[in-house]
């Protein structure tokens, strides 16, 4: 399905809220109501549910907690201290409040599946973004095996933004050619303009590539 967004949806987009200085916007709690407002776009809140229920019905709380905490960059912790008790109460609270905006302003209309199967695809970019990284990158694979389990259970288009998004906030590198493959995944699932291309910094070597320009005077290159 096509989505109303140049950037990143759903749930993985509320991640990104949650950044270094979160606390000074408010509690978890007040995060959300900001975020499900009246004016709020259907979509947003349908996507939003539908990202939360999945996670919720198919992963573990320990699952869910891994992928919260590393896409939020380690700024939601879980736990007696933290900002939520557990992962699986913090996703049955956001399915709760989605569900009762949807009630309450109505559901959007249903929007046709359209994208081939893309669970291998997925998965296989999933083992090279994580199959070579060092251990403080991922301690214990904890990482890696959350994502995997994400793409086979709940569905490639979740994994492959949890991928995009802890990807950047960790700083895993990526290669040329699999950010290009990245692109084209993107495409097939019909992802705005700037979901994928939020990680192209981490290609490698990128800083150091020339870019090559004809000069408009003489015919000769200048390079950039």
């Keep these: 399905m096509r989505h109303i967004s140049s950037f990143d949806f759903g749930l993985t987009d509320f991640a990104g809220r949650f950044h270094q200085d979160w606390g000074y916007e408010g509690s978890a709690e007040e995060l959300v ?3 499900l407002g009246p004016e709020t776009d259907p979509s947003v809140v349908e996507e939003l549910r539908s990202d939360a229920s999945l996670m919720r019905s198919r992963l ?8 919260w905490a590393a896409g939020t960059g380690g700024n939601f912790r879980f736990g007696p201290d933290g900002a939520w ?12 409040a989605c569900d009762w905006w949807l009630n309450t302003y109505g ?17 296989a970019e999933i083992t090279a ?16 095996e959350a994502l995997h389990r994400c793409v086979r259970a709940c569905s490639p288009d979740l ?13 895993w590198p990526l290669e040329r050619g699999q950010y290009e493959r990245l692109i084209a995944l993107g495409e097939l699932l019909e992802y705005g303009e700037f979901i994928v291309s939020d990680v192209e910094f ?4 990128r800083e150091s590539e020339e870019s090559v320009w004809p000069s408009a005077t003489t015919g000769s290159s200048i390079c950039t």
Excluded: F, K, N, Y
């Design 85 to 96: 008790p557990s992962g699986s109460a913090w996703l049955d609270r956001i399915s709760e």
């Design 202 to 205: 981490l290609v490698v070597g």
């Design 33 to 35: 109501g900001r975020l």
């Design 159 to 171: 994994a492959l933004r949890w991928s995009l998004r802890i990807a950047g906030q960790r700083r």
């Design 60 to 67: 573990t709380t320990e699952e869910i907690e891994t992928l």
């Design 107 to 123: 559901a959007p209309d249903p929007q046709p599946e359209l994208a081939p199967d893309l669970t291998d695809a997925v998965d």
């Design 129 to 144: 973004m994580t199959a070579s990284l060092p251990e403080p990158m991922d301690p214990g694979r904890a990482v890696a």
